[in-house]
């Protein structure tokens, strides 16, 4: 048994990797919830809706665009939720391999606030900024 040790005080108040474990699996647990949530929801009663389509004959036009619609917000949200499901994976693999809180792009530090409010990411605050310029340019 080893004497309790002060250990060195971190200069911010950065999160232990307990708490950045349990953060990083709240977040897998919200998305996983989504996409379980679409997957039981949207595409299920998608398939109904189209054997129904066929077989059913006075089906009105309208009835099917909000289906599509509600369709295309479904699958939009489950692949949100299905790339931060695979963000949250990749941190917790960085995290073992100890370059967790490391932005991929410039390897500084990522502020602690931030991943505080999105331990997945993988992006310092600049960096992410220019991904989202680049996204939306396309
Ligand atoms: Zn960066």
Redesign the pocket.
């Known amino acids: 048994m080893s004497p309790k040790k002060s250990a060195t005080k971190p200069r911010r108040r950065a999160t232990t990797e307990a708490e950045q474990t349990a953060a990083l699996e709240r977040r897998a647990a919200e998305a996983k919830e989504i996409v379980d949530f679409v997957d039981r929801t949207s595409l299920a009663g998608d398939e109904e809706a189209v054997t129904g389509e066929i077989t059913t004959v006075d089906q009105h036009p309208a009835d099917t665009s909000d289906i599509t619609f509600q369709r295309e917000l479904d699958l939009t949200v489950r692949t949100i939720a299905e790339s931060r499901l695979s963000q949250v994976e990749e941190a917790l693999e960085r995290q073992r391999a100890g370059t967790y809180g490391i ?6 530090p ?1 502020d602690p606030e931030r991943l505080r409010a999105r331990p997945e990411a993988t ?6 900024r220019d991904q989202e310029a680049d996204t939306v340019r396309h």
């Open positions: 932005c991929e792009n410039c390897g500084r990522i992006f310092c605050i600049d960096c992410q």
